[in-house]
């Protein structure tokens, strides 16, 4: 199943970029910026790997690799939702996207009429 791979590969790959974004602090160093702008060139980099391997086997496959992205990002800011100093409403509603996108992501793959709309 070539877009579980897709979607799985996006989403190790958005949730380390995600990571390592959150955890710049000073924006005003070089060095940060440097590392925001190569850690966003690896994420778009992939589809060039991506391409280049798979030829067109994948088809259209590929256009989970970026659901994969936003949800590995989204999974990696739920960390944050347990600190001290943070708006409620924004945590929860965060808990809420996370959620719903879970039980969609999961009815998308596992559920059979679903799963016959993958590519």
Known sequence: MVSLGMFALGAFIGFVIAYGLTKITDWTKPASV??????????????????????????????????????GALCSNLRWVTEQNINRFFALLH???????SVLLLAWFLYPPFRDLLP
Request: proline share 2%; no cysteine.
């Open 34 to 71: 440097f590392s925001a702008i190569i850690s966003a060139a690896v994420a778009g980099g992939v589809f060039t790997f991506i391409q280049y391997l798979g030829g067109t086997s994948i088809g259209t496959a590929l256009f989970l690799y970026p659901v994969g992205l936003a949800y």
């Open 95 to 101: 808990i809420a996207a996370f959620a719903a996108a």
